[in-house]
């Protein structure tokens, strides 16, 4: 840019590349060191896998460096080089004390074993072997994720002639592809990707933790800036709104709440403000705080971030979110109270977090809401769901406490209300309607609750006459084969077993032995028909209990058994005694 040569340093984000014999094309990304363009800074340092920290020995380790080693530690940078410049214009004595300062620095940091190069950009010197030192990191980087969501935060814009709208950044986590459709946010519009390039060397598809320009089609240079996303569908959640875990650089007197910040998150600056959840700044050097931003964004659990202070001139800190919606969160307490579930803040602590402060989700969201795909996140999904972390009911996934909770909640709205519909249910427990759909099956098994006309009943409105006529046709049929009930074994209508599980549930039928079924009226007859036998005796036998009732042998066992699991006769021997 003209105004970096007047100025003889570096303002915006700069590209170029390095092409390593059988590894490929790496891409660099030049920003600028002076504290005044801090945001610039983050913009091209978000995204970089291993960063190239230059030192001139003449200045040694100046505020802008300190302020690129914060980002760098901030943003989770995997590895860097050091690199000692200028060292045709230093004696060893002051290359040495620089270089000694540097691995002072970087003592007790994630970077503490990395390389420190020395080189001379004027005349080359030392080039080969940083060079040789990036290669050699490069190989010891995690592989970069390829099957996940791709994402690319938009750090410039420009019209092409005969293509139309161009945009470039670094591509994380995924794929793009030509001609597949993507998604622009804040637009929130479906457009298309013409042409992908990297370097200039056209490609059919981007690959992650590469500098790579978009062809797009359906939006224009004016419609798009920096610091949009282009992303696929269903990925990023819009909020105003989030917390936040943040590591404090510098603590200058107590954290005020609705403190003014700005967060630099990818290739964009946020304006909010720093809510407090605890009532008192404690002090700790890393706090889990609300940040509420001026307007809404988009984020994702475990998203980088630094703050600044209105301005972007001094940074605060930095972290990740943790919550990408703190509105959806069932309160300041609830937020607060499951923040022991994280220890090393993986991402199965973040599914089983987010579950619990929001109490239930949505399947369809928990599983869109991550960089990973759909599938990785079912797998830790179906391993919480082992360690009974989490329960799926239907279409929504539940925290274990509260799934007991909504039970007993849909439970007391249908027994405290006369025969509720589902709108209903779901106003009285402020309950989402579809999660009640789902959770109602379920109440109606553990409680005495039927369903009529898409009102359910329970308690003591549950009389005959509120029977739905398909069940109160099976019980008549039951009542009128008297002590021969009925066989589910025996019974080939689905329909008929289930409206007898049914009727033994609300307690209308009882069975003996898991199979034999009798209306609750025989039931009781001959119930009394036993305990009459034991008038003036201790002990009866199954022969006399088989004659009193009528019974054939292979009814009275099971009856008997059942009276003696409702309390009312114990076995000695073979013989029944009262309980």
Known sequence: LPEEKAREMTIDIGFASIEYPKFGTVS????????????????????????????????????QTEDHFRVLMLL????????????????????????????????????????????????????????????SNLRKLAKAADAHKPYLFVDRVFASKGYGTIVTGTLKNGRFNEDEPVVVLPLDREVRVKKIESHHSALEEGVPSQRTALNLSGVTVDEIHRGYIVTGKNFFTRSADVVVRMRFLERRGDLKNNTGIEMLVGATALKGKLILLDDEDSGDEERVLRVRFDAPWYFYPGQRFIVTHPGGFLIIGGGEVLLPDYRSAGGRKIVLKYLTMFSRYTRDEYVRYIVAVRRAVPWHWIVSIFPENER?????????????AVIKTGDFLLEAGFHSEALSMVAGAITGSLGPNLREIADKTGLDLELCRFLVPSVMKQHRI????????????????????????????????????????RTADDAEKRNLGDLIRLGFA???????????????????????????????????????????????????????????????????MKA
């Open 28 to 63: 660099i990304i030049d920003v600028p060191g002076h504290e005044r363009f801090i945001r610039n800074m983050v913009v091209g340092a978000w995204g970089v896998d291993l960063a190239i920290l230059v030192i001139a020995v003449d200045d040694g380790w100046m505020p």
């Open 76 to 135: 989770g940078v995997e590895r860097i080089v050091v690199a000692l410049n200028k060292i045709d214009a230093a004696d060893e004595e002051m290359i040495s004390f620089v270089a000694a300062e540097v691995e002072e620095r970087l003592q007790g940091t994630r970077y503490a074993d990395s390389d420190i190069v020395r080189v001379s950009a004027k005349t080359g010197e030392g080039v080969a072997g940083l060079r040789d030192a990036i290669l």
């Open 376 to 388: 990785t996140i079912e797998k830790i999904i179906e391993t919480l769901e082992e360690q009974n």
């Open 450 to 489: 039927i369903e009529k006309d898409g009102r359910y009943f329970g308690g003591d409105s549950v009389t005959v006459d509120a029977l739905p006529d398909e069940k109160r046709a099976v019980l008549d049929r039951l009542r009128a084969r008297s002590i021969e009930g009925a066989e589910l074994d």
């Open 510 to 576: 009882v069975s003996l032995d898991g199979n034999i079924v009798l209306h609750r009226e025989v039931y009781d007859g001959l119930k009394r028909k036993v305990m009459e036998l034991f008038d003036g005796r201790d002990k009866i036998s199954i022969p006399e209990a088989k004659d009193a009732t009528g019974l054939s042998r292979k009814y009275i066992i099971p009856m008997l058994n059942r009276m003696e699991g409702d309390g009312l006769i114990k076995r000695i021997g073979d013989f029944r």
